[in-house]
């Protein structure tokens, strides 16, 4: 037994020196990472490119991205990492080889849990890195700012805000699949920021690989130029040096002023517990440097710049950043509200500061913020914990501009937030992250989405009854309601107007009279029906967007046995015939579990809540009276009946010896209370 046990320490002791010697070795920098902090400030501006990757939903974004990472040495390929075994090492080399490769990755732009569980993007990342272009002189590197986005529609403003820092797109395309809903999308996002469009195709490693359709459909349905296109694959590597050369040929460089006083676009920024806010920004003008007093252009409060750096994609500080490189700053700012995204960082105090006697700066020409388009309320589980959830929500929605967040309070439920999503996904995203990254579970109340009311004459919301901005008539004299319980009294509607989208479904061509059917029960009205091959259509659909964010989407898929693509754009608000149903338990209505529904399917809702609901709701002492009701009248009822004493046995005997009459009698006085 001695033996055996020498002989397992003296393994354990060369298990152990393996592994640290392997480690002492390994500094976590990896080749092209020492490469860009040592001659990123040498690279002029006209040899930097901002650029970023677009495409549907699931097309090799981030696999490409991480290809492209492992290209130029920004992270190590597998079996690369300094102290990696060679073939024939012994188990404790290999085991310490394994923990200093543990760098190399796959999506390595998308850091977020539910994004890895999800196998999704659902926030845009920046990776700074150096090129050389095929043939180029190694001495004259190319910076590269690359932006790995999302492609579901739900994350289209992460898309937008990447866009707004970059002069190109690598428009993927998925040569198993060819164009999609979302790829026609996140193209007409690109042209309308006036980005110059690199399309590529993806996924040609694969054994049902067909690149000549695809590029028949970049070229007929995108309307873009054939005669350059990279064939690229993000397992293998292949083509990924073309898709880079191209971005180096084609895209302009960054129009700056290195010279000019300082102004940089910030555009994503982050919360961490122990440094505050973490701003990520393109430098458009001047130079951005360690311990300069910087400014927004719509804040009061002045900050100092304690760090900056690139990221590549991870942290790394440096002494400054100049006109057209992105990066990061840290300040010291504890306020997630002072970053604002899309608003002008100047320089108060510093290098790139205005030369006193001229006039300051102007803020650069931001980008739209986003409008939800779905509405809901959020809750503590634990009614308490209200300041928990508030730090929460609103650290989250620093990552995540693209949601509103408004207190409110509700009777049954207690104060929460009626947040704004720009979508389903979105909205599930959300509560996931907050169980993920701050262990908070909320009670979510039905997504909603906004209406517009017009008054009668001499008719106004009664004060506070929707809060003051949505009690407040537009321009055109209506009032927007977030909440079933906004809704004013029916008899002082005059109109109703509801949110409109133009929904895109690429599809089989099997699948077309499955689709039409579906979309006239869910009211869509056709508006354009065209074949992209032999195989494929396209239908586009004027719909309400209050049938899409129930479970149409699901609908669609089972429709078409998974094949169908789906996307919409907003398409205004048209007159509809809708009506409040509120939910009352035991005569008194529940303001969290009201909604709203077009009349011709408001009875059908009602019934079918109710009845979901008396099966949820426990038995309790008391009977339980579930209603539906369009104004006073109940057009719905189910009832719990309460839990009743046993009157027939007292103290573990039969009452009355068993006697019929005496068992009847107590009954019937049981049953009328007594």
């Known amino acids: 037994a001695d033996a055996s046990w020498g002989r397992s320490r003296a393994g354990l002791g060369r298990w152990f020196g393996a592994t640290a010697a392997a480690l002492a070795d390994f500094d976590g920098v990896p080749p092209g990472v020492k490469k860009l902090l040592s001659e990123y400030e040498s690279v002029p501006l006209e040899r930097t490119r901002n650029f970023s990757i677009i495409a549907h939903v699931d097309h090799g974004k981030s696999t490409l991205a991480d290809r492209m990472l492992e290209l130029v040495g920004n992270i190590y390929k597998p079996g690369e990492a300094p102290g990696a075994a060679p073939p024939g ?18 999506q390595v732009l998308d850091s977020l849990k539910v994004e890895r569980e999800r196998g999704i993007t659902v926030k845009a990342q920046t990776a700074s890195l150096l090129y050389v272009p095929s043939g180029g002189d ?7 700012n690359l932006i790995d986005t999302p492609g579901h529609v739900d994350f289209a403003y992460e898309v937008s805000r990447s866009l707004a820092a970059c002069q190109g797109a690598l428009l993927l395309v998925d040569c198993t699949q060819g164009v999609q809903a979302q790829t026609v999308a996140n193209l007409s996002t690109a042209r309308k920021s006036g980005l110059e469009i690199i399309p590529a195709l993806t996924k040609i490693d694969l054994p049902n690989a067909d690149p000549e359709p695809a590029l028949e459909q970049i070229e007929s349905v995108l309307r873009l130029p054939t005669d350059d296109v990279p064939w690229t694959s993000g397992k293998t590597g292949d083509g990924v040096t073309d898709a880079l050369d191209a971005v180096v040929r084609r895209l302009g460089m960054p129009k700056g002023r290195p010279d000019a006083p300082t102004r940089a676009l910030l555009f994503d920024s982050w919360y961490d517990e122990f440094r505050g806010v ?4 393109q430098v458009v003008d001047g130079v951005l440097e360690k311990g300069d007093r910087v400014q927004t252009s719509h804040g009061d409060s002045q900050y100092v710049i304690s760090e900056l750096g690139l990221l590549t994609p991870g942290r790394h500080p440096v002494r400054r950043i100049l006109a057209g490189q992105v990066g990061y700053v840290v300040t010291g700012m504890r306020d997630p509200r002072e970053a604002r995204v899309g608003d002008t960082v100047v320089v108060v105090q510093g290098a790139g500061a205005t030369p006193a006697g001229e006039p300051p700066v102007g803020p650069l020409p931001g980008f739209e913020p986003s409008k939800p388009m779905v509405f809901a309320s959020i809750f503590p589980v634990d009614t308490s914990d209200f300041d928990g959830l508030r730090v929460a929500v609103e650290k989250l929605a620093l990552t995540d501009s693209s949601v509103t967040l408004v207190k409110e309070n509700s009777s049954s439920l207690g104060f929460g937030f009626r947040c704004g999503f720009l979508g389903l996904l979105h909205m599930d995203v959300f509560h996931q992250r907050l169980a993920d990254e701050f262990d908070m579970p909320v009670i979510a109340t039905a997504p909603m989405v ?10 106004s919301m009664p004060a506070g009854a929707a809060g003051t901005e949505a009690a407040t008539p537009d321009e055109d004299g209506l009032i927007t309601v977030e909440r079933p319980d906004d809704f004013p009294d029916p008899n002082i509607i005059r109109r109703t107007f509801e949110p409109m989208v133009k929904a895109s479904v690429i599809a089989p061509s099997e699948a077309y009279s499955s689709i039409m059917s579906l979309m006239q029960t869910h009211r869509g009205r056709s508006d354009e029906i065209s074949y992209l091959d032999d195989g494929r259509v396209l239908m586009k659909y004027i719909m309400p967007w209050q049938e899409v964010v129930t479970n149409f989407f699901d609908k669609l898929k089972s429709a078409t046995a998974g094949y169908a693509t789906f996307d919409y754009e907003p398409a205004g608000y048209e007159a509809s015939n809708v009506v409040k149903i509120d939910m009352l338990l035991n005569g008194a209505p529940v303001d969290s579990l009201s909604f709203v529904a077009h009349r011709s399917s408001a009875e059908v809702q009602g019934r079918r809540v109710a009845q979901r609901l008396r099966a949820v709701i426990r038995r309790q002492q008391f009977e339980v009276v579930i209603q539906a009701a369009f104004g006073k009248k109940i057009f719905a009822r189910e009832r719990i009946p309460p839990y009743r004493k046993d009157v027939l046995s007292r103290s573990g005997k039969t009452v009355g010896g068993g006697d019929l009459t005496r068992k009847r009698k107590l009954l019937e006085k049981q049953k009328k209370g007594k």
């Open 138 to 144: 190694p001495d004259k590197p190319y910076l590269l």
């Open 89 to 106: 090492s012994t188990k404790a080399a290999m085991a310490a080889a394994k923990a200093a490769e543990s760098v190399a990755n796959e």
């Open 278 to 281: 973490i701003c990520v920004l």
């Open 450 to 459: 906004p209406y517009r009311i017009e008054l009668e004459a001499g008719h």
